[in-house]
């Protein structure tokens, strides 16, 4: 049974940081590229940041492009996305998926 499971988010004001973590199981994560995606309340899914199977390659959209990080640890099956910088307009629900499974997401708000 695949699971991901993301944890990490929260309220932070602007100009914080935070580190959402996705723990996957139940597939062969080594072999998936992985995918952040984000919600914002009232608007459609908006792509994040990717990342190859190895890690060797990401990337990341411009609206987030120089703030956000992603990073996996294949022996861990771990995910991340590390948040910089954070601004009113990064508030949205965070999601990781392989594009064939998708976890329960995390919420950030990011609020003075």
């Known amino acids: 049974q695949v699971q991901l499971v993301e944890s990490g988010g929260g309220l932070v004001q602007p100009g914080g940081s935070l580190r959402l973590s996705c723990a996957a199981s139940g597939f062969t994560f080594s072999s998936w590229w992985m995918f952040w995606v984000r919600q914002a309340p009232g608007k459609g899914l908006e792509w994040v940041a990717v990342?190859?199977?190895?890690?060797?390659?990401?990337d990341s959209a411009e609206s987030v492009k120089g703030r956000f990080t992603i990073s996996r640890d294949n022996a861990r099956n771990t995910l991340w996305l590390q948040m910089d910088r954070l601004k009113f307009d990064d508030t949205a629900r965070y999601y990781c998926?392989?594009?064939?499974?998708w976890g329960q997401g995390t919420q950030v708000t990011v609020s003075s």
């Open positions: 990342i190859s199977p190895s890690g060797g390659f990401t």
């Open positions: 998926t392989n594009l064939n499974d």
